[in-house]
């Protein structure tokens, strides 16, 4: 089967993008509400939390929002939130209290949690620490670092001590991660490195073996002569980076990067690209039937019907 045949399984060619909003600074953060019906998203520099239903259209939630980033649902239907801004993990309670989950790693602080998911199997809590938000005053706010590496952390859903899952050097910048299907495997993509690492997930949710999975996802981020980080981040940026991705229930990667969505087999092989009028920056399933695909693009926000939808949802 050609890569044209193979996307044509999971998205009818003749499907074409719905545009639901525009007029943001850059959307990220997609979760979809089941309980709702609604999607939750961020606008990160815009420091606001918008929703989106049919019933309602597109309604601010919350400003200021500490630049929240990426977003998840836990078990008993909390939101999660990666608040760039406060450098912390920040659960939502349907009451519309405010609680922490993650702060800090040993007595530090935490760089800028960036992106989240929950495990099904026992509720932990799995999140990527980048330290984007603590250099860039457009996604976070300028300060100081106490960790001196950018990590992959499990919180226990009970609460306590964090774990880290990675060795400190594994990544430059960790940024999107997902789940297999089955949760035997934890997906993370490296903005900086342009590449996606694959891990085994234990039954006591420890990672192991982690390897490449795919790579070549854009031109990675090395800088160039007299270049600032912030120039630098800013070509990646704007060439499309690898950042939020989500695996489909057959095992497929959906990813972002240069031209659109990138997606990526189970077994490692590229079968096509969702093109996208902006950068994509983060993706989501959800809709009555969880077959429309949300698309964070930048100033606008999309959605495409797929004939696949995701694993099951917490």
Not at 130 to 149: E, M, Y
Request: charged share 25%; proline share 6%; net charge negative.
């Amino acid at each position: 089967m050609n890569t044209r045949d193979a996307l044509a399984e999971l998205v009818d060619p003749a499907e074409k993008l719905s545009l639901l909003g525009s007029g943001y600074a850059f959307t990220e953060g997609p979760a979809w509400s089941a309980a709702e019906g609604c999607l939750y998203f961020s606008d990160i520099p815009g420091d606001a939390r918008w929703r989106w239903s049919d019933r309602g259209g597109m309604e601010l939630v919350k400003r200021p929002n500490f630049k929240g980033n990426g977003m998840a649902f836990d078990l008993d239907g909390n939101l999660l939130v990666c608040e760039s801004v406060t450098s912390c993990v920040a659960r939502f309670r349907r009451s519309g209290e405010r609680e922490l989950v993650a702060f800090h790693y040993r007595g530090k602080y935490l760089q800028s949690p960036n992106d989240i998911c929950t495990r099904r199997a026992d509720g932990s809590i799995y999140f990527s620490d980048p330290d984007f938000g603590r250099w860039n005053d457009v996604v976070g706010a300028k300060r100081s670092r106490d960790l001196d590496f950018n990590g992959v952390y499990r919180a226990p859903a009970e609460g306590g001590e964090l774990q880290l899952l990675v060795d400190e050097d594994e990544f430059v910048m960790p940024n999107g991660l997902c789940f297999s299907p089955d949760e035997t495997l934890l997906y993370v993509d490296d903005s900086h490195r342009g590449h996606i690492k694959v891990f085994d997930v234990a039954g006591d949710g420890s990672l192991a073996n982690g390897r490449v999975f795919f790579e070549g996802i854009g031109p990675g981020i090395e800088p160039g002569p007299e270049e600032t980080l912030l120039e630098r981040h800013s070509r990646l940026h704007n060439s499309g980076a690898v950042d939020g991705m989500r695996c489909d229930e057959r095992g497929n990667v959906w990813v972002t990067g240069p031209g659109g969505i990138w997606v990526i087999s189970p077994e490692g092989e590229r079968v096509g690209v969702i093109e996208t009028p902006e950068v994509a920056g983060n993706l989501c399933w959800g809709g009555g039937d969880l077959r429309s695909l949300f698309l964070m693009t930048s100033t606008t926000v999309h959605v495409l019907r797929t004939r696949v939808g995701p694993p099951p949802l917490p």
